[in-house]
């Protein structure tokens, strides 16, 4: 599957660029905002600035590219890289990092309801593919049987995204259309398959019984499956993966901060970018949109999330 970046629909506003968010490790130290969230101006080599972002791949060449080049303009990067999912948003909310990138709109959207936040997304970075793959000659889903087996991961977010893979396949119909919450109860009578519900580290080796089944990228990886092997994945339905979309996030005082809108840009660099679509080997699209487009989508969601919660 040959995958092309996606085409840019953000346009740059007068006098800002846009921000560069990430995850994190270990505890920054104290609570204190670092310099570089008070800026109210862009950098230049002769007024540099400090960014501090909380990532969750500090290894991966291309952030050794995006520094490279945020220096050359003047911002001094500190990358601090987490390993847990749940730290990088309460230290970001805490003022110990300016910015953090390793989570998707859903995440987000989760994460300030149920902790009473209001982080914002200014600005997005790519989405990753979730994939349906089969080891029974099916060419596209097409060709899989009525009535075959299709298993997905059972993890309430993955569930989900894997049954709106299915359904823009044309393989289930899902309850008022589906969305981001929903489950397997969601399947309307009719659907062409059945939905079979595992571990999502176990969905690789459905496809030995089953005749499909929709893997993540890292368990397809451990399994020795090469990404692009997928007859079908969510990138081929940009609507439907909308949810997926991974983001810079910032505090809500800092969505128009200029130097964190230049840092976004400068992560867009066609270096950069070439670099995380070569890391992803296929499996990713860039994706650049602006913070009103990501501010609707993620308020979308915080309403279902609330409304779902009763």
């Known amino acids: 599957m040959t995958l092309a970046v996606l085409p840019r629909r953000r346009a740059l506003r007068t006098g800002a660029l846009a921000a560069v968010a990430a995850l994190t490790l270990a505890a920054c130290g104290g609570g204190e905002t670092s310099g570089a969230a008070q800026a109210t101006t862009t950098a230049d080599p002769e007024n540099r600035q400090r960014v501090t972002i909380g990532v969750t791949d500090q290894s991966k060449d291309y952030w050794r590219t995006f520094e490279d080049l945020a220096a050359e303009e003047g911002i001094d990067v500190e990358l601090v890289n987490f390993t847990d999912y749940q730290q990088p948003n309460p230290q970001l909310s805490q003022g110990q990092l300016d910015l953090n990138q390793f989570q998707h ?126 007859i079908y994945s969510d990138l081929d339905d940009q609507s439907a993966a909308e949810p997926y979309i991974n983001v810079f996030a910032a505090r809500a005082e800092d969505a128009d901060n200029p130097l964190f809108e230049q840092v976004v840009e400068i992560y867009h660099s066609p270096e950069v970018v070439q670099g995380l679509l070569d890391e992803s080997a296929g499996t990713a699209v860039d994706v650049d949109l602006g913070a009103d487009e990501l501010a609707g989508i993620l308020s979308g969601l915080e309403e279902d999330i609330t409304a779902a919660q009763g």
């Open 105 to 230: 709109l859903l995440f987000l959207a989760n994460y300030n309801v149920e902790a009473g936040e209001d982080l914002v997304a200014i600005g997005s970075t790519a989405i990753y593919q979730l994939g349906l793959y089969t080891t029974k000659g099916y060419a596209s889903p097409d060709e899989i049987p009525d009535g075959g087996q299709v298993a997905i991961p059972n993890d309430p977010t993955n569930q989900a995204r894997a049954l709106l893979v299915l359904q823009s396949a044309g393989l289930v119909e899902l309850a008022d259309g589906g969305n981001a919450l929903s489950t397997p109860a969601d399947v309307l009578e009719g659907s062409r398959v059945e939905v079979v519900p595992v571990d999502a580290n176990q969905t690789p080796v459905q496809l030995q019984s089953l005749d499909a089944a929709v893997i993540n990228n890292n368990f397809a990886s451990d399994a020795g499956i090469d990404p692009t092997t997928a």
